[in-house]
């Protein structure tokens, strides 16, 4: 199959499967004629990817899922090893994001007259709060250390 007609089964960009390739995660096609031919088994690698790539696996991790194991690691062995660590980075991303909405939901209540007014507000609050949070740090740890 020409890498048009593998594109469109996949509903991907030529230009993807082009850098898919550049980027190690498909093998160099056989070229004939200087034109890039594929067998039918690239239709279910090039699934693969797409199903890592939507989990939110870089080109990176993805690469090393297909390639950065041992022949005889299974697919579930491979998935479950970078899953765990991805889902670290999404518990942290969620955790950004939900202080995210709340700084935009909180529709910015302020009755400063002016930025610098509002700013020098913000500053000393800022730095109650951190005073505030590094004591509890503190606390949690000697409680930790008496335990």
């Given amino acids: 199959m020409s890498i048009g007609e593998v594109a469109r089964i996949c509903g991907l960009a030529p230009s993807a499967i082009r850098y898919y390739e550049k980027a190690g995660l498909l093998p160099r096609a056989v070229r004939v004629s200087r034109q890039r031919r594929y067998d039918a088994h690239m239709i279910g690698r090039l699934r693969l990817l797409q199903v890592a790539r939507e989990a939110g696996f870089s080109i990176a991790e993805t690469r090393t ?21 991805k889902l670290v980075e999404i518990e942290t991303r969620i955790g950004q994001l ?50």
């Fill in 65 to 85: 899922f297909v390639s950065g194991f041992s022949a005889t690691t299974p697919p579930a062995v491979r998935w479950r090893s970078l899953a765990q660590r």
């Fill in 98 to 147: 939900q202080r995210m909405q709340t700084l935009l939901t909180s529709s910015f209540h302020c009755r400063c007259l002016s930025i610098e007014d509002c700013a020098r507000l913000i500053g000393s609050a800022t730095t109650v709060d951190s005073a505030t949070r590094e004591k509890r740090s503190a606390k949690a740890r000697r409680r930790s250390r008496s335990a």
